[in-house]
């Protein structure tokens, strides 16, 4: 597999570790080029994770006022909705640091078509981040977990914007959700100068042993088997989730 694995005896330990290296990449890419471009994941483990780094994190406000909010995907619902990853990130994170209102980059309105969101984020991103050889928006930091089927993001098995290869965001009807998503593709992902990718509990063990002894040539049985970005991979993981690992690095 892809990337350097950390496992941990509890979850907590493994948020301390990630705090820490989320304060170095954002000093780093502050120092680099004035600015820390960072996207943010939906789900618990990633939710408990923003409210321990609203506890925890001793507030630099220079390096808040400097860091800009993105998401890897939300749900075609308003930004109030329960289901809004904008509204979890808000609620544990967003509203208790000092970050810049405009600095917090929305991927969904209800005053825009699914299709004009997708074209205003995809703007967004090429004005704001600084771009790869190919054109592509880079991230300092992607943050991404993964459900029990192997989607990352909204890239879910069986999709279209699986094989979508050039443009940086698309949107997906997620036929078993009876949803819209818009998403962050694998283009975007992968040209990330940092991914972390948090898994937590039991109920991954299976599948992340099998992402883990697939052999390494053989075709992708499970979407986040498609991240490989040229920066930095790194997965964080409970010992719950890693359990099921023959080897541990």
Not at 47 to 52: E, L, S
Not at 75 to 95: F, G, I, T
Not at 198 to 217: C, H, M, P, R
């Amino acid at each position: 597999m892809n990337g350097s694995s950390h496992i941990f005896e509890n979850i907590d330990a493994l948020y301390a570790a990630l705090e820490k290296q989320w304060q170095l990449i954002a000093h780093a890419a502050i120092a680099d080029h004035g600015a820390f471009h960072v996207a943010l994941a939906g789900g618990s483990t990633p939710r408990n994770f923003y409210k321990k780094l609203a506890q925890q994190l001793v507030v630099d406000e220079r390096c808040w006022h400097k860091t800009h909010i993105y998401f890897g995907d939300e749900r075609c619902v308003p930004q109030d909705h329960s289901d809004s990853n904008y509204h979890m990130a808000k609620e544990a994170l967003l509203s208790a640091v000092p970050l810049l209102p405009e600095h917090v980059h929305a991927m969904f309105s209800t005053d825009f078509s699914v299709e004009q969101n997708v074209a205003r984020y995809e703007s967004l991103l090429h004005d704001a981040l600084p771009q790869d050889v190919n054109g592509c928006p880079v991230f300092d930091l992607v943050l991404l977990g993964m459900g029990e089927d192997g989607h990352t993001a909204s890239l879910f098995p069986d999709t279209e914007i699986l094989h979508e290869l050039i443009k940086p965001v698309a949107a997906q009807f997620v036929q078993k959700l009876d949803a819209w998503r818009i998403s962050l593709t694998f283009p975007a992902i992968n040209a990330a100068n940092h991914v972390a990718i948090l898994v937590a509990g039991d109920a991954k063990a299976k599948i992340l042993a099998d992402i883990f002894s697939a052999e390494k040539n053989m075709v992708a049985r499970y979407p986040i088997q498609q991240v490989d970005p040229t920066g930095q991979l790194d997965w964080y993981l409970d010992i719950a989730a890693a359990h099921l690992l023959n080897s541990q690095d």
